[in-house]
């Protein structure tokens, strides 16, 4: 997976290109989206447009809370 950065305003835009599944593109996501979070961006939008699948355990693992 593919995860391009823009800014509108002060929304934080990730274009995703490519699968979200269990081992491929999960962990890229949630590094990101935590990295953005701890600089302090709290909008942040996911434009999916180009995933062309994605499956349920990539996706909750791309969110799930990362232990302390």
Known sequence: ??????????VVVLDLKGKITL???DELLKDKVNSLVNQGHKKIVLNL????????????????????
Do not use: H, L, N
């Open 49 to 68: 447009a180009d995933v062309p699948y994605i499956d349920s355990a990539g996706w909750a693992k791309s969110f799930a809370p990362t232990p302390p």
């Open 1 to 10: 997976m593919q995860i391009e950065e823009r800014k509108v305003g002060d």
């Open 23 to 25: 081992g491929e593109g």
